[in-house]
């Protein structure tokens, strides 16, 4: 009789931990704020060159765009005569990159340009109208 009475403590005290565990992670769920990141606004932007680019004309174009202010410097790449590049929007913009990258070395390029029907156009790939981008928004509202 004793050994029950033991395992019904055991039990209970058991039972007892959990709910206050649960109750626990339910309140810091409610409670959760999102976290706020003080991010840049990253913008993908492109240079096209005319001629071939070598690996040495490619580590002097990598080492001149990373000396101007607002790009980052692992957001470089080089292939097929095309430099694609990130940088901040809120510190500069494509224009003002190509035109000190130009004032750096006389390079045969030019900047690319998104022609008009393509610049308004949505970019994003999930459809909006779809059961499960409302409810993954529903879930979202209910835990911001």
């Not at 470089?76 to 510190?91: D, E, G, L, M, P």
């Not at 494509?94 to 035109?99: A, I, L, T």
Request: net charge positive; charged share 20%.
């Amino acid at each position: 009789m004793k050994i029950n009475k033991i395992i019904k403590k055991g039990l209970w005290m058991g039972l007892i931990i959990t709910v206050l565990f649960f109750a626990i992670l339910l309140f810091h769920i409610i409670t959760a704020k999102p976290a706020v990141y003080e991010t840049p606004n990253l913008q993908v932007s492109r240079i096209d060159f005319k001629t071939n680019i070598d690996s040495v004309q490619a580590k002097q174009i990598c080492s001149d765009l990373r000396s101007i202010k607002g790009l980052t410097s692992d957001s470089i790449i080089v292939k097929r005569n095309v430099v694609v590049y990130f940088h901040n929007n809120k510190i500069t913009n494509s224009q003002k990159v190509y035109d000190q990258l130009m004032a750096k070395r006389q390079y045969d390029a030019q900047r690319y340009i998104l022609p008009e029907n393509l610049a308004n156009k949505e970019v994003c790939p999930v459809n909006q109208n779809s059961l499960s981008y409302r409810l993954s928004k529903k879930v979202n509202q209910f835990f911001n």
